[in-house]
Protein backbone atom coordinates (compact mmCIF):
# COMPACT_ATOMS: atom_id res chain seq x y z
CA UNK A 1 0.00 0.00 0.00
CA UNK A 2 1.35 3.38 -1.18
CA UNK A 3 1.95 6.09 1.68
CA UNK A 4 3.23 9.44 1.09
CA UNK A 5 3.16 13.14 1.79
CA UNK A 6 3.00 15.94 -0.65
CA UNK A 7 5.34 19.03 -0.49
CA UNK A 8 4.31 22.66 -1.82
CA UNK A 9 4.49 22.37 -5.55
CA UNK A 10 2.38 19.01 -5.44
CA UNK A 11 5.88 16.71 -5.10
CA UNK A 12 5.32 13.55 -3.81
CA UNK A 13 7.80 12.66 -1.03
CA UNK A 14 8.21 10.03 1.74
CA UNK A 15 6.37 11.01 5.02
CA UNK A 16 8.91 9.38 6.95
CA UNK A 17 11.89 10.91 4.99
CA UNK A 18 10.71 13.83 3.36
CA UNK A 19 14.37 14.46 2.01
CA UNK A 20 15.24 10.95 0.90
CA UNK A 21 15.13 10.57 -3.35
CA UNK A 22 12.17 8.55 -4.31
CA UNK A 23 13.49 5.72 -6.82
CA UNK A 24 11.16 4.89 -9.85
CA UNK A 25 10.63 0.92 -10.13
CA UNK A 26 9.24 1.09 -13.63
CA UNK A 27 8.69 -2.65 -13.84
CA UNK A 28 6.07 -2.94 -10.90
CA UNK A 29 5.32 0.98 -11.65
CA UNK A 30 6.45 2.17 -8.20
CA UNK A 31 7.91 5.18 -6.08
CA UNK A 32 10.21 3.88 -3.01
CA UNK A 33 11.77 5.83 -0.86
CA UNK A 34 15.45 5.28 -1.11
CA UNK A 35 16.45 5.57 2.75
CA UNK A 36 12.92 3.36 4.30
CA UNK A 37 11.93 1.48 1.51
CA UNK A 38 8.43 2.79 1.68
CA UNK A 39 6.40 2.81 -1.75
CA UNK A 40 5.10 5.98 -2.07
CA UNK A 41 4.00 6.09 -5.13
CA UNK A 42 1.93 3.82 -7.74
CA UNK A 43 0.73 3.36 -11.14
CA UNK A 44 4.05 5.00 -12.45
CA UNK A 45 3.85 5.73 -16.61
CA UNK A 46 7.35 3.69 -18.29
CA UNK A 47 8.76 5.90 -20.69
CA UNK A 48 11.13 3.79 -21.53
CA UNK A 49 11.21 1.32 -24.88
CA UNK A 50 9.45 -1.01 -25.23
CA UNK A 51 11.87 -3.36 -26.18
CA UNK A 52 15.34 -3.69 -25.92
CA UNK A 53 18.06 -1.53 -28.35
CA UNK A 54 21.68 -2.00 -28.76
CA UNK A 55 22.51 0.96 -30.05
CA UNK A 56 25.94 3.03 -29.66
CA UNK A 57 23.99 6.52 -29.92
CA UNK A 58 25.43 8.31 -27.10
CA UNK A 59 23.12 11.29 -27.88
CA UNK A 60 20.35 10.39 -25.46
CA UNK A 61 17.83 9.50 -28.46
CA UNK A 62 16.21 6.45 -28.47
CA UNK A 63 15.25 5.14 -32.10
CA UNK A 64 12.78 2.85 -31.20
CA UNK A 65 10.76 4.96 -29.50
CA UNK A 66 10.21 7.06 -32.88
CA UNK A 67 8.28 5.67 -36.29
CA UNK A 68 10.82 4.94 -39.91
CA UNK A 69 13.46 7.65 -41.12
CA UNK A 70 11.92 10.32 -43.24
CA UNK A 71 12.22 9.72 -46.86
CA UNK A 72 13.50 12.77 -48.11
CA UNK A 73 12.29 12.19 -51.50
CA UNK A 74 8.52 12.31 -51.19
CA UNK A 75 6.71 15.20 -50.24
CA UNK A 76 5.50 16.19 -46.50
CA UNK A 77 8.70 14.06 -45.42
CA UNK A 78 7.10 11.18 -45.56
CA UNK A 79 4.48 11.35 -42.54
CA UNK A 80 1.42 10.02 -44.05
CA UNK A 81 -0.45 7.10 -42.59
CA UNK A 82 -0.47 4.00 -44.16
CA UNK A 83 -3.64 1.43 -43.90
CA UNK A 84 -2.11 -2.02 -44.21
CA UNK A 85 -4.29 -4.91 -44.82
CA UNK A 86 -5.91 -7.25 -42.32
CA UNK A 87 -6.20 -10.43 -41.33
CA UNK A 88 -9.97 -12.94 -40.17
CA UNK A 89 -12.93 -13.36 -42.05
CA UNK A 90 -12.98 -9.21 -42.64
CA UNK A 91 -9.70 -9.05 -44.46
CA UNK A 92 -10.70 -8.98 -48.07
CA UNK A 93 -12.89 -6.22 -47.72
CA UNK A 94 -10.87 -4.23 -45.17
CA UNK A 95 -8.00 -4.35 -48.08
CA UNK A 96 -10.07 -3.18 -50.66
CA UNK A 97 -10.91 0.15 -47.95
CA UNK A 98 -7.11 -0.27 -47.34
CA UNK A 99 -5.71 0.33 -50.71
CA UNK A 100 -8.96 2.81 -51.70
CA UNK A 101 -7.74 5.35 -48.71
CA UNK A 102 -3.69 4.62 -49.42
CA UNK A 103 -4.52 6.06 -53.34
CA UNK A 104 -6.33 9.05 -51.95
CA UNK A 105 -3.60 9.87 -49.29
CA UNK A 106 -0.68 9.66 -51.78
CA UNK A 107 -0.54 11.89 -54.47
CA UNK A 108 -0.12 10.71 -58.13
CA UNK A 109 3.55 12.33 -57.81
CA UNK A 110 4.75 10.65 -54.72
CA UNK A 111 3.01 7.34 -55.85
CA UNK A 112 4.98 7.37 -59.26
CA UNK A 113 8.09 7.91 -57.22
CA UNK A 114 7.42 5.14 -54.71
CA UNK A 115 7.13 2.92 -57.76
CA UNK A 116 10.08 3.81 -59.64
CA UNK A 117 12.18 3.64 -56.72
CA UNK A 118 10.87 -0.06 -56.32
CA UNK A 119 11.85 -0.59 -60.03
CA UNK A 120 15.02 0.77 -59.51
CA UNK A 121 16.51 -0.80 -56.35
CA UNK A 122 14.91 -3.97 -57.97
CA UNK A 123 17.10 -3.20 -61.49
CA UNK A 124 20.30 -2.64 -59.10
CA UNK A 125 19.48 -5.61 -56.90
CA UNK A 126 19.71 -8.03 -59.94
CA UNK A 127 23.32 -6.26 -61.18
CA UNK A 128 24.64 -6.00 -57.65
CA UNK A 129 24.94 -2.24 -57.55
CA UNK A 130 25.86 -0.30 -54.52
CA UNK A 131 23.68 1.77 -52.43
CA UNK A 132 25.50 5.23 -53.40
CA UNK A 133 24.18 4.26 -57.19
CA UNK A 134 21.04 3.13 -56.12
CA UNK A 135 20.25 6.71 -54.05
CA UNK A 136 21.68 9.12 -56.79
CA UNK A 137 19.71 7.13 -59.44
CA UNK A 138 16.13 7.86 -56.65
CA UNK A 139 17.24 11.53 -56.62
CA UNK A 140 17.61 11.77 -60.36
CA UNK A 141 13.79 10.86 -60.62
CA UNK A 142 12.84 12.62 -58.20
CA UNK A 143 13.90 15.78 -60.15
CA UNK A 144 12.23 14.48 -63.20
CA UNK A 145 9.42 13.36 -61.98
CA UNK A 146 9.22 16.85 -60.22
CA UNK A 147 10.11 19.06 -62.82
CA UNK A 148 7.71 17.19 -65.22
CA UNK A 149 10.05 17.51 -68.54
CA UNK A 150 9.26 14.04 -69.60
CA UNK A 151 5.89 13.69 -68.81
CA UNK A 152 3.96 11.56 -71.25
CA UNK A 153 7.27 9.10 -71.08
CA UNK A 154 7.85 5.65 -69.13
CA UNK A 155 8.40 6.02 -65.97
CA UNK A 156 10.13 2.16 -66.47
CA UNK A 157 12.06 3.81 -68.90
CA UNK A 158 13.19 6.86 -67.05
CA UNK A 159 14.05 5.24 -64.22
CA UNK A 160 16.48 2.83 -66.21
CA UNK A 161 17.77 5.52 -67.84
CA UNK A 162 18.35 7.31 -64.68
CA UNK A 163 19.61 3.91 -63.03
CA UNK A 164 22.22 3.65 -66.03
CA UNK A 165 23.16 7.61 -66.04
CA UNK A 166 23.65 7.17 -61.87
CA UNK A 167 26.27 4.46 -63.27
CA UNK A 168 28.18 6.56 -65.32
CA UNK A 169 28.46 9.90 -62.67
CA UNK A 170 29.68 7.07 -59.87
CA UNK A 171 32.60 5.47 -62.60
CA UNK A 172 31.36 2.20 -62.70
CA UNK A 173 29.45 1.90 -65.88
CA UNK A 174 27.42 -0.40 -66.84
CA UNK A 175 26.35 -0.85 -70.68
CA UNK A 176 22.79 0.01 -71.92
CA UNK A 177 22.29 -3.81 -73.22
CA UNK A 178 22.96 -4.23 -69.12
CA UNK A 179 20.10 -2.38 -68.07
CA UNK A 180 17.80 -3.35 -70.57
CA UNK A 181 18.72 -7.11 -69.49
CA UNK A 182 17.24 -6.19 -66.01
CA UNK A 183 14.31 -3.77 -67.21
CA UNK A 184 12.92 -5.37 -70.17
CA UNK A 185 12.62 -2.45 -72.46
CA UNK A 186 14.71 -1.80 -75.38
CA UNK A 187 17.80 -0.25 -75.96
CA UNK A 188 16.37 2.52 -78.32
CA UNK A 189 13.70 3.60 -75.54
CA UNK A 190 16.12 3.72 -72.69
CA UNK A 191 18.43 5.57 -75.04
CA UNK A 192 16.43 8.44 -75.96
CA UNK A 193 15.19 8.90 -72.48
CA UNK A 194 19.14 9.18 -71.65
CA UNK A 195 19.20 12.02 -73.87
CA UNK A 196 16.30 13.75 -72.79
CA UNK A 197 17.25 13.39 -68.98
CA UNK A 198 20.99 14.88 -70.04
CA UNK A 199 19.34 17.89 -71.19
CA UNK A 200 16.21 18.13 -69.04
CA UNK A 201 18.52 18.34 -65.76
CA UNK A 202 21.68 20.11 -67.66
CA UNK A 203 23.77 17.66 -66.87
CA UNK A 204 26.58 15.17 -68.33
CA UNK A 205 28.60 12.39 -68.11
CA UNK A 206 32.23 11.43 -68.32
CA UNK A 207 32.66 9.40 -71.37
CA UNK A 208 33.27 5.81 -70.95
CA UNK A 209 36.99 4.54 -71.99
CA UNK A 210 38.17 0.71 -72.43
CA UNK A 211 39.17 0.54 -69.26
CA UNK A 212 35.82 1.00 -67.65
CA UNK A 213 34.49 -2.44 -68.76
CA UNK A 214 38.28 -4.03 -69.15
CA UNK A 215 38.39 -5.92 -65.86
CA UNK A 216 35.11 -6.89 -65.14
CA UNK A 217 34.43 -8.31 -68.64
CA UNK A 218 37.73 -10.21 -68.07
CA UNK A 219 37.08 -11.65 -64.31
CA UNK A 220 34.21 -12.68 -65.87
CA UNK A 221 35.53 -14.79 -68.28
CA UNK A 222 37.45 -16.26 -65.82
CA UNK A 223 40.72 -14.94 -67.45
CA UNK A 224 44.43 -14.94 -65.70
CA UNK A 225 45.64 -11.18 -65.27
CA UNK A 226 48.27 -11.60 -67.53
CA UNK A 227 45.82 -11.68 -70.40
CA UNK A 228 43.97 -8.64 -69.23
CA UNK A 229 47.20 -6.63 -68.38
CA UNK A 230 47.71 -7.72 -72.47
CA UNK A 231 44.39 -6.48 -73.55
CA UNK A 232 44.29 -3.55 -71.61
CA UNK A 233 47.18 -2.81 -73.22
CA UNK A 234 45.89 -3.61 -76.66
CA UNK A 235 42.87 -1.51 -76.50
CA UNK A 236 44.47 1.57 -75.19
CA UNK A 237 47.44 1.61 -77.95
CA UNK A 238 44.90 1.37 -80.09
CA UNK A 239 42.85 4.33 -79.31
CA UNK A 240 45.99 6.04 -79.31
CA UNK A 241 46.73 5.49 -82.73
CA UNK A 242 43.57 5.87 -84.37
CA UNK A 243 43.16 2.23 -85.02
CA UNK A 244 39.63 1.94 -84.45
CA UNK A 245 37.75 4.94 -85.26
CA UNK A 246 34.31 5.15 -84.77
CA UNK A 247 34.28 2.22 -82.89
CA UNK A 248 32.56 2.20 -79.52
CA UNK A 249 35.09 1.89 -76.82
CA UNK A 250 32.83 -1.66 -75.76
CA UNK A 251 33.24 -2.68 -79.13
CA UNK A 252 36.78 -2.27 -78.81
CA UNK A 253 37.25 -3.91 -75.33
CA UNK A 254 36.24 -6.93 -76.76
CA UNK A 255 38.22 -7.24 -79.81
CA UNK A 256 41.39 -6.76 -77.58
CA UNK A 257 39.94 -9.16 -75.03
CA UNK A 258 40.13 -11.69 -78.19
CA UNK A 259 43.15 -10.83 -79.90
CA UNK A 260 45.22 -10.81 -76.41
CA UNK A 261 43.05 -14.57 -75.87
CA UNK A 262 43.78 -15.61 -78.37
CA UNK A 263 47.60 -15.18 -78.06
CA UNK A 264 47.52 -16.74 -74.85
CA UNK A 265 46.47 -20.33 -73.65
CA UNK A 266 42.86 -19.22 -72.15
CA UNK A 267 41.51 -18.65 -75.84
CA UNK A 268 37.93 -17.35 -76.24
CA UNK A 269 35.62 -17.17 -79.00
CA UNK A 270 33.55 -14.39 -80.19
CA UNK A 271 30.56 -15.79 -78.85
CA UNK A 272 31.95 -16.61 -75.52
CA UNK A 273 33.08 -12.66 -75.13
CA UNK A 274 29.96 -10.99 -77.30
CA UNK A 275 27.82 -12.84 -74.09
CA UNK A 276 29.39 -11.06 -71.62
CA UNK A 277 30.07 -7.78 -73.54
CA UNK A 278 26.47 -7.65 -74.92
CA UNK A 279 28.11 -6.85 -78.29
CA UNK A 280 27.17 -8.89 -81.44
CA UNK A 281 30.22 -11.21 -82.86
CA UNK A 282 30.22 -9.17 -85.94
CA UNK A 283 31.10 -6.20 -83.90
CA UNK A 284 33.78 -8.14 -82.36
CA UNK A 285 35.45 -9.23 -85.60
CA UNK A 286 35.11 -6.06 -87.12
CA UNK A 287 37.26 -4.38 -84.88
CA UNK A 288 39.51 -7.28 -84.67
CA UNK A 289 40.11 -6.92 -88.01
CA UNK A 290 41.46 -3.17 -87.91
CA UNK A 291 43.58 -3.75 -84.86
CA UNK A 292 45.27 -7.49 -86.46
CA UNK A 293 47.63 -5.49 -88.91
CA UNK A 294 49.15 -3.60 -86.05
CA UNK A 295 49.56 -6.67 -83.42
CA UNK A 296 53.17 -6.57 -82.89
CA UNK A 297 53.16 -2.48 -81.83
CA UNK A 298 49.94 -3.72 -79.38
CA UNK A 299 50.93 -6.49 -77.38
CA UNK A 300 53.37 -5.28 -74.10
CA UNK A 301 56.58 -5.92 -74.74
CA UNK A 302 56.99 -8.91 -71.40
CA UNK A 303 54.24 -10.55 -73.01
CA UNK A 304 54.68 -14.37 -73.07
CA UNK A 305 53.03 -15.80 -76.71
CA UNK A 306 51.44 -19.08 -76.48
CA UNK A 307 50.60 -18.29 -79.99
CA UNK A 308 52.86 -16.41 -81.70
CA UNK A 309 51.21 -12.86 -83.72
CA UNK A 310 52.09 -14.48 -87.27
CA UNK A 311 49.48 -17.25 -86.12
CA UNK A 312 46.46 -15.23 -84.64
CA UNK A 313 43.18 -16.47 -86.17
CA UNK A 314 42.11 -14.38 -89.40
CA UNK A 315 39.42 -11.51 -88.93
Not at 303 to 309: D, G, L, S
Amino acid sequence: MASSSRRPGNIITCYQHPDAPLIEDYRAGDQICSTCGLVVGDRVIDVGSEWRTFSNEKNGLDPSRVGGPENPLLNGADLSTMIGPGTGAASFDAFGVAKYQNRRTINSGDRALLLAVREINAMADRINLPKTIIDRANNLFKQINDSKMLKGRSNDAIASACLYIACRQEGVPRTFKEICAVSKLSKKEIGRCFKLILKALATKVDLITTEDFMSRFCSNLGLPNIVQRAATNIARKAVEFDIVPGRSPISVTAAAIFMASQASDDKKSYKDIGDIAGVADVTIRQAYKLMLPHAPNLFPPDFKFATPIDQLPPA
